[in-house]
């Protein structure tokens, strides 16, 4: 038996649904049934709280990804309701997958924590919003993924000891990200992992990687360096329209991924004795037996 966590894989869907309702749900399906994955994320935003007026007025900064006139316009367009949410969590009940979804704002917080699901997502920007994560520290009782993207070290004992003092820190996951899409090998840092095992393996529940790289090779490795949770966003096609198309991982690059992860966490252990069985049909044959 490993000695590892068993690995556990997030399909972030986030935004690459285009707004519509059954994409997302397609997105769902095929997490779950092709690519075993099992976990999808979504992302919540009420975006006049999270924008300033004229960030919300301003037009996208890459035109060619937006879905509307001004930046504001385009993050309305993908947003789902609260009904909606409660609606990919019922289909995912169905399809038998575990729902969540990213929060960006202490609104969004309070009417995903209502739907009651295993765990919410922080993301790196909001890592420092502590209004909204003392409200979720107080109110809602699964589990709190946090991402350390664009995070200090500093910063980072600072939200740990946080959540410490509110006796939450065995429901909080910590993830090793870098915020970028996508990330060039040389800065996804994977040996920050181990930093966040040292210093935090024994506080938090578990530590997690969440990666905007292109393939698959880093995130097994990301496995065997201590993060049993990893997350990769996740779309049908990388050429569609949007900012976080072109770092996600297609269907079969998410099945292959569940698919090795898989396979090294059985390969993950010692020899429980010297020859084993699979060996001793080799050894009788194929041994030197003038040593």
């Not at 301003?58 to 937006?66: D, G």
């Not at 739907?115 to 209004?131: D, R, V």
């Not at 949770?229 to 949007?242: F, L, N, P, S, V």
């Amino acid at each position: 038996m490993s000695e590892f966590k068993k690995p556990y894989v997030i399909a972030e869907i986030g935004c690459n649904h285009k707004g519509e309702m059954d994409i997302a749900k397609e997105l769902i399906k095929i997490a779950k049934i092709f690519c075993n994955a099992d976990a999808v994320k979504f992302q919540k935003r009420h975006n006049k709280e999270l924008l300033t007026e004229e960030q919300y007025n301003t037009p996208h900064p890459n035109p060619a990804n937006s879905y509307g006139s001004t930046y504001g316009e385009h993050r309305e367009y993908l947003e789902f309701s609260a009904s909606q949410h409660q609606e990919l969590k019922e289909y995912c009940a169905e399809i038998g997958i575990t729902y969540s979804t990213s929060v960006w704002d202490l609104t969004s917080a309070k009417e995903i924590a209502s739907l009651q699901p295993e765990f919410i997502k922080i993301p790196s920007a909001c890592n420092n919003n502590y209004e909204m994560l003392e409200w979720l520290c107080e109110n809602y009782k699964g589990e709190l993924h946090i991402s350390t993207g664009m995070t200090t070290k500093d910063e980072t004992d600072v939200l740990v000891d946080f959540f410490t003092k509110h006796n939450r820190n065995k429901d909080l996951v910590l993830y090793n990200c870098t915020s970028g899409y996508p990330v060039p090998f040389e800065d996804v840092c994977l040996l920050d992992i181990k930093i966040l095992q040292e210093k935090y393996g024994n506080k938090v529940k578990h530590i997690g990687f969440s990666g905007h790289h292109l393939g698959i090779a880093v995130d097994i490795a990301a496995f065997t360096l201590g993060a049993n949770i990893i997350e990769r966003h996740y779309t049908i096609d990388r050429t569609w329209k949007g900012t976080d198309h072109a770092a996600s991982l297609e269907p079969m690059g998410l099945r292959k991924l569940t698919r090795d992860l898989a396979a090294v966490y059985s390969a993950l252990n010692y020899k429980a004795k010297d020859i084993l069985d699979i060996e001793m049909v080799q050894r009788e044959k194929l041994k030197n037996r003038k040593a």
